[in-house]
T-cell receptor, first 115, second 115 residues
Framework: AQSVAQPEDQVNVAEGNPLTVKCTYSVSGNPYLFWYVQYPNRGLQFLLKYITGDNLVKGSYGFEAEFNKSQTSFHLKKPSALVSDSALYFC?????????????FGKGTRLSVIA | DGGITQSPKYLFRKEGQNVTLSCEQNLNHDAMYWYRQDPGQGLRLIYYSQIVNDFQKGDIAEGYSVSREKKESFPLTVTSAQKNPTAFYLC??????????????FGSGTRLTVV
């Protein structure tokens, strides 16, 4: 079975500081990993995904994520946080060669960037 | 939200009443998914469909029903058997071929409230 853990319900960071939102996963075979962001009463917006290749994935709005196979982690990072980054962030996974099986999501991490 | 439309944005249901949430897409994507979002619980899969006239139950299908008569439409009915339907409902789509450069696109959601 596939699963995703986001160990922090809430992350607080000062504007201008680096931010990290943690994600670990469990999947049979190679993973297909995603990060999404959600603003209040909106759908999920795609940030980035990892399929294969370079372990550092760059995405939208200056975000990046580091894939670590040995630690089964896919942490989201940004070098300098903005107040506008405050939102709910979701990590998701499915097995890479499983067709279009549904994504499995973590419970989400609320990021609060303080001015 | 880029070719996927959920309606209505807000929906109110009386006790014992069935209601139907709409999800329409014009991207010719094969697979469609319904998720339920509750605070602190992330996204949980209700139903999904990878092809017309076929669908599969997700983790929390009880009290819900779906149909896939057309490729572009995947309506979700919340029946009176669903005892706690108040939640935010999200529809998602993805092509059948993949992973490629395609991800999973989400609609803007429907907030259902029992009154």
């Amino acid at each position: 079975a596939q699963s995703v853990a986001q160990p922090e319900d809430q992350v607080n960071v000062a504007e201008g500081n680096p931010l990290t939102v943690k994600c670990t996963y469990s999947v049979s075979g190679n993973p297909y990993l995603f990060w999404y962001v959600q603003y209040p009463n909106r759908g999920l917006q795609f940030l980035l995904k990892y399929i294969t290749g370079d372990n550092l994935v760059k995405g939208s709005y200056g975000f990046e994520a580091e894939f670590n196979k040995s630690q089964t982690s896919f942490h989201l990072k940004k070098p300098s946080a903005l107040v506008s980054d405050s939102a709910l962030y979701f990590c998701a996974v499915r097995a890479l060669n499983s067709g279009n099986t549904p994504l499995v999501f973590g419970k989400g991490t609320r990021l609060s960037v303080i001015a | 939200d880029g070719g996927i439309t959920q309606s209505p944005k807000y929906l109110f249901r009386k006790e014992g009443q069935n209601v139907t949430l709409s999800c329409e897409q014009n991207l010719n994507h094969d697979a469609m998914y319904w998720y339920r979002q509750d605070p602190g619980q992330g996204l949980r899969l209700i139903y999904y469909s990878q092809i017309v006239n076929d669908f599969q139950k997700g983790d929390i299908a009880e009290g819900y029903s779906v149909s896939r008569e057309k490729k572009e439409s995947f309506p979700l009915t919340v029946t009176s058997a669903q005892k706690n339907p108040t939640a935010f409902y999200l529809c998602s789509i993805t092509p059948l071929t993949g992973p490629g450069d395609y991800g999973y696109t989400f609609g803007s959601g429907t907030r259902l409230t029992v009154v």
